[in-house]
């Protein structure tokens, strides 16, 4: 997996005028709307999800073909897609963090609480979206792996809009059903967010494995 991981770090060595671009772009719209937490949000999922990319560029010109004729099990492939995904998730979130504590220390000269706790709620997000959307590149290849990622979620989108329209029939308000039930502290959501995104992270990177072992390159 190491020499897996060092090919794609220098495939991000080629793009760093991207990532400049993309950091720009998060510090600009944080600075001149006042919502600096965007950045945080921003930059780490653009970083996590560049794993994507590597699947793509391993695509090109038939090379998967030619990786997979070397001493790289199909295994260790898709498991080092997440670990790279996950080591630019998380350096993306703590760029990104330290920019926004810096612009509101500057600002208030204290560290906000809200701050802190908003952005590690976004955290889990690090891992859930590639755990969501790598399987689908990997199964189908990046092209039709975006139109198959776009389905699922509108299915998931219309299965939601039917569950309402179900519940509302019945004479169900789904709202006060919600509202009724005992709410946690934010500390208790953001620790729950996390365990559920890792095992769900764990079991999206079993089926990526068994999707690569089984495909034909």
């Known amino acids: 997996m190491k020499g897996l991981l060092v090919k ?20 600009g719209v944080s600075l001149f709307s006042g919502e600096t937490l965007f950045a945080v949000g921003f930059l780490s999922l653009v970083a996590a999800l560049f794993s994507l990319s590597s699947i793509s560029y391993d695509e090109l010109d038939n ?4 990786l997979f004729s070397l001493p790289v099990s199909r295994g260790a492939y898709a498991a ?13 979130w703590i ?29 889990p997000l690090v891992l859930l979206l590639p755990a969501l959307v790598i399987p689908f590149d990997l199964k189908f290849g990046s092209e039709r792996g975006r139109i198959a990622i776009l389905g699922a979620f509108g299915l998931i989108f219309v299965a939601g809009m039917a569950g309402n329209k179900i519940a509302e029939k019945m004479g169900v308000d789904l709202g006060e059903v919600l509202d009724g039930l005992p709410l946690p502290d934010l500390g208790t959501w953001i620790a729950a967010a996390l365990g559920g995104s890792v ?10 494995m068994a999707i690569v072992k089984k495909k034909e390159f």
Not at 8 to 27: C, S, V
């Open 63 to 66: 090379g998967n073909a030619f």
């Open 95 to 123: 760029l990104s963090v330290l920019f926004v504590l810096g612009v509101n220390l500057y600002r208030q000269a204290e560290i906000p609480l809200d701050v802190l706790m908003t952005s590690l709620a976004l955290l």
């Open 80 to 92: 080092e897609k997440y670990v790279f995904g996950l080591l630019l998730g998380l350096a993306g």
């Open 199 to 208: 095992l769900l992270w764990l079991l999206s990177m079993g089926i990526s």
């Open 8 to 27: 794609d770090f220098r495939l991000i060595a080629g793009q760093k005028t991207f990532f400049l671009a993309m950091a720009a772009i998060a510090a």
